[in-house]
């Protein structure tokens, strides 16, 4: 292990604390959040460029998991992930199907899929080739996923999966040199859903205005509020805003790496090796409990990124900026030292008009999709 030593309608409105949360109240937004995204980016840029000319070539992490499209940089679909697994790795995933949307036939395919997967309502459906939850709905009938199919672009996959109701969420990042006989969890991220707490007065949308965080909530027109905003909450009444936890509709991120322990790294090194050459990336979870989820037990995967998914723990309010861009360019380091081992052993890099290719698609197609929910 010496290389790693050296590096609502829909959802249910009211949900009580639980153990998996430290703290029901909303911390501010942390120093990281705080910065403009164009200036987030310059470091991160900045130390792409310097390991692009110290490793020879800007594309090369798109080596580092050679049976995804461009490594799982970007542009690559959710079910590549699901076809390299093997049958240990798929038990551990939710169940799901996927279709291609094709007009008038879409629902009943749909529902046919479903039937054979063993799904029933209530869902969760997303596009196959999606980014920070867009497009991402949870459906309870068939009449919401006919509303779904006719909103999404034609020709186009969707991913329908069943709905893990736990509310704790975790992305758990490994990675395995590819010279080394055992990966390592590198990080855990610990997402809370965006939510408000009542105070038998205030509606949902004023409780929302006064949350810097979930101001974010449906400002890119990509995102309804899972709840009335004119609804007052009791007291201490938790109101849940969101399907998703991103940041995007003010999701909270927390650094979970005290989550990690042998057991835990266990159960996740035997899901990656049962993976094709996957060496490095994040696995999104739900989980019952983190007593469970520290025992490796307990949990369920809803997807995996590949490369380019981003060491999001760093987010973390309580994290200065100093710590949080410590975090993020040591994924990178890592990410180019892996994908220069597997360059070393025969994978060629995606050329970077065809990563400028997928990127763009990929923006193309999110405005596309339903708004998420």
């Known amino acids: 292990m010496k290389f790693f030593k050296t590096l ?30 164009w200036m ?92 920070c939850g867009f497009g991402v709905r949870l459906i309870q009938d068939s009449a919401g996923l006919e509303r779904y199919l006719k909103a999404f672009p ?18 758990i990042f490994y990675a395995r040199h590819p010279d080394e006989p055992q990966g390592r969890l590198i990080g855990i991220l610990m997402r809370t859903f965006p939510r408000v707490i009542g105070d038998g007065k205030s509606t949902v949308g004023e409780l929302m205005d006064r949350d810097q965080r979930l101001q974010r909530l449906g400002r890119d027109g990509l995102h309804e509020c899972t709840h009335d905003r004119a609804y007052i909450p ?41 993976m094709t050459d996957f060496h490095i990336g994040r696995l999104d979870v739900r989980f019952e409990s983190i007593d469970r989820l520290r ?8 997807e995996v990124n590949g490369s380019g998914s981003e060491a999001v723990h760093a987010w973390d309010p309580k994290l200065s900026l100093r710590e949080s861009y410590s975090i993020v360019f040591a994924k990178q380091r890592l990410l180019f030292k892996i994908a220069s081992a597997m360059r070393k052993r025969g994978c060629r890099p995606i050329g970077l008009i065809g990563l400028a290719r997928l990127y763009l698609h990929q923006q193309k197609l999110i405005r596309l999709y339903p708004p998420s929910n």
């Not at 609502?8 to 501010?28: S, V």
């Open 8 to 37: 609502a309608a829909d959802l249910p409105a009211f949900c009580a604390p639980t153990a998996e949360h430290e703290d029901i109240r909303r911390p501010p937004v942390g120093q990281l959040e705080r910065l403009p995204k």
């Open 40 to 131: 987030n980016l310059i470091p991160m840029i900045a130390q792409w460029l310097y390991l692009s000319l110290r490793y020879g070539g800007i594309t090369i992490p798109s080596c580092a998991n050679p049976a995804i499209t461009s490594g799982g940089l970007v542009g690559e679909g959710k079910l590549e992930y699901f076809n390299t697994m093997g049958p240990h790795a798929r038990s551990m995933t939710a169940d799901f199907t996927s279709l291609r949307v094709d007009g008038s036939a879409s629902l009943h395919q749909a529902l046919m899929n479903m039937l054979h997967a063993g799904l029933s309502f209530p869902v969760v459906v997303k596009p196959d080739i999606g980014w």
């Open 295 to 302: 025992n490796g037990e307990a949990f369920s995967i809803m």
């Open 234 to 274: 009791a007291m201490g009444e938790m109101v849940r805003l969101a399907t998703i936890g991103s940041t995007r509709v003010g999701g909270l991120y927390r650094d979970g790496a005290a989550s990690i322990t042998p057991a835990l790294t266990d159960a996740v090194e035997r899901i990656a090796r049962d």
């Open 154 to 171: 034609r020709d186009q996959t969707i991913v329908i999966q069943r709905f893990i109701p736990y509310e704790g969420e975790a992305g």
